[in-house]
């Protein structure tokens, strides 16, 4: 399955990632994948000067969702590993989508969902 996974992963321009955050993370199904295309000598390896993702010109777009509030607060952990990991690998470009507040309520909710769609339409028109 890895295998799979990888060959995937390389064969595409832009990477597309559902995140929702689970307990202020990312949920154990993205961390499964993670685990699962993180393979010494084919998408990092270790050099004397450090790590060196092998996954180049990639983009990655992740779209978070959250019941609350998190984005720029210390209760987000999803965005920095999810950043870190994917810089690991090699994928540097990175954009983040959040629908946040969605558990506030529907009023919330849908701003958030319009709000998430317009960023979307943003990242695809750039």
């Known amino acids: ?27 154990t199904q993205l961390k499964n994948y993670f685990d ?5 000598g084919v998408t990092f390896r270790y050099t004397e000067a ?8 990639k983009r990655a777009v992740i779209l978070s969702s959250r019941g609350g509030i998190h ?6 952990l999803l965005t920095p590993y999810v950043k870190l990991f994917l810089g690991f690998i090699g994928i540097t470009d990175v954009d983040f989508v959040f629908a946040e507040g969605i558990a506030y309520g ?19 028109a750039a």
Request: proline share 8%.
């Open 36 to 40: 699962l295309i993180a393979r010494a």
């Open 71 to 76: 984005k720029d607060t210390p209760t987000d």
């Open 1 to 27: 399955m890895s295998d799979e996974l990888i060959a995937e992963l390389q064969a595409h321009d832009t990477v597309v990632i559902a995140a929702p955050m689970y307990n202020f993370n990312i949920p």
């Open 50 to 57: 450090g790590p060196e993702g092998l996954v180049k010109g």
């Open 106 to 124: 529907p009023e919330v909710a849908t701003k958030a969902a319009s709000d998430a769609k317009d960023a979307i339409k943003q990242i695809v």
